[in-house]
């Protein structure tokens, strides 16, 4: 399937346009929050029903694309072939329930496993950054000033919050090595600081359509985005992933592959 990048991009500023309206509509009732996998685990009826929303809107426009959503609903995919959207409804769902703020909406566009297009929308800012390998990022349609590529030593990092406390990975001590640790608590709000030149990278645990759309946003301003041991990320597995710029990324994984650090390399 041939895909237009610019009817891609419009579509999908639409989208989240509409998607936006109503997560703020469904905010001003009460919100029906539940858990899935254990009691910080959080899913709402608002998750549920944008996901509806924007699965709908993609089938209308792309009736042949596959479709991989974090509130389920389809059969989990098995294969990257043909053109995948990869949608997030409420990435931050603690945040969400919790603050009422630092949450955001992502779509993450593949053909064959290659990325085309990613959009993350910061919802209570009304900040929405798209880009791609091709598509330079923008910034609610401004083009974002180039991405510097400091080293870890000169920028701000995004961490997960248990594997810094944990030291998992030496992670503690990479954030330490770092001009100062971010926990926002959404890896969306962590891909928009880097693609904004604010923070120099990210450490987490991510399941697909937590990184999809921060990957392919990544792939037009050199963000490196791979696994521990420096293999590329696969988008039917969740696992540990280390996105940065060069620079930190490197050092990084030499800090991640001491004999300390307790990451064992897959055989």
Known sequence: MTVVLTTLDRQVRN??????????????????????????????????????????????????A???????????????????????PIDGTMNFVKQRAHFAVMIGVYQDGVPLYGAILDVMRDELITGGPTLAPTK????????????????LLGVNAPMVIRNRMHLGEIALASAGPRMTGSAGMEFLAIAQGQQVGYVSYLQPWDVAAGMAIG?????????????????????????????????????????????????
């Open 15 to 64: 989208w989240l346009d509409e998607s936006r309206r109503r997560i703020l509509a469904a905010m001003a009732a009460p919100v029906a929050v539940t858990t899935k996998t254990n009691r910080n685990d959080l899913v709402t009826n608002v998750d549920r029903a944008n996901q509806a929303f924007l699965i709908d809107q993609i089938h209308a426009a792309y009736p042949n």
């Open 66 to 88: 596959h479709v991989e959503g974090e509130e389920g609903g389809a059969a989990k995919l098995d294969r990257l072939a043909g053109l995948v959207f990869f949608v997030d």
């Open 140 to 155: 609610n349609g401004v083009p974002l000033p180039p991405v510097p590529d400091r080293a870890l030593a000169d920028g």
């Open 219 to 267: 792939a037009g301003f050199g963000l490196r985005v791979t696994r521990p041991d420096g293999t590329p990320v696969d988008l039917l597995e969740a696992g540990l992933v280390v996105a940065a710029m060069p620079q930190a990324h490197a050092t990084i994984l030499t800090i991640i592959a001491s004999p300390e650090s307790g990451f064992v390399h897959p055989k």
